[in-house]
T-cell receptor, first 113, second 112 residues
């Protein structure tokens, strides 16, 4: 079946620190992979995506590379800001006709000034 | 604002009561999804529509849950005889021609 596993949080960092949030997946076929972000009091927003192996998604300084050999899609940012404090969800989109998203459990990031 | 509207934002009900939530999608989006999110977890797929046709339902969607999308426009999710375990955030998401999914802000249900 399809599933996504994320590292547990919260992850607490100081401003300008390097961020890694691990994500691995199990899937039938070769799904598209996504990172969504949920800021406090707001809805889910797409942060970045990758649709095939070795693709790198990037947005707002965040990056993630689709690694088929390790079934991973780790999220990274070189220098976090306080405004990056949010919950981050890794997700895959199934390859069947529904194209539904399967989400990980989320990782809360807290960035201190 | 993503353009996907959900109503109400919050709903408090007593166990055993029926509740109905509404989702208004972005007008040209033909796919509409319902998800449920409990505290500390990621959203879980419940069901989806292609226009007015409900094409897939999760095993999470018990017989007490029903969803409709008349005329392929807005959608409603009804929960009958609510239970405390139904307390969660119910999210609607829609998709148009592209891959991107647009989420509403959700309806937070509390069953007392």
């Amino acid at each position: 079946g399809n599933s996504v596993t994320q590292m547990e949080g919260p992850v607490t960092l100081s401003e300008e620190a390097f961020l890694t949030i691990n994500c691995t997946y199990t899937a039938t076929g070769y799904p598209s992979l996504f990172w969504y972000v949920q800021y406090p009091g707001e809805g889910l927003q797409l942060l970045l995506k990758a649709t095939k192996a070795d693709d790198k998604g990037s947005n707002k300084g965040f990056e993630a590379t689709y690694r088929k050999e390790t079934t991973s899609f780790h999220l990274e940012k070189g220098s976090v800001q306080v405004s990056d404090s949010a919950v981050y969800f890794c997700a895959l989109r199934t390859v069947d006709s529904s194209y539904k998203l399967i989400f990980g459990s989320g990782t809360r990031l807290l960035v201190r000034p | 604002d993503t353009g996907v509207s959900q109503d109400p934002r919050h709903k408090i009900t007593k166990r055993g009561q029926n509740v109905t939530f509404r989702c208004d999608p972005i007008s040209e989006h033909n796919r509409l999804y319902w998800y449920r999110q409990t505290l500390g977890q990621g959203p879980e797929f419940l069901t989806y529509f292609q226009n007015e046709a409900q094409l897939e339902k999760s095993r999470l969607l018990s017989d007490r849950f029903s969803a409709e999308r008349p005329k392929g426009s807005f959608s409603t999710l009804e929960i009958q005889r609510t239970e405390q375990g139904d307390s969660a955030m119910y999210l609607c998401a829609t998709q148009g021609a592209g891959e991107k999914l647009f989420f509403g802000s959700g309806t937070q249900l509390s069953v007392l």
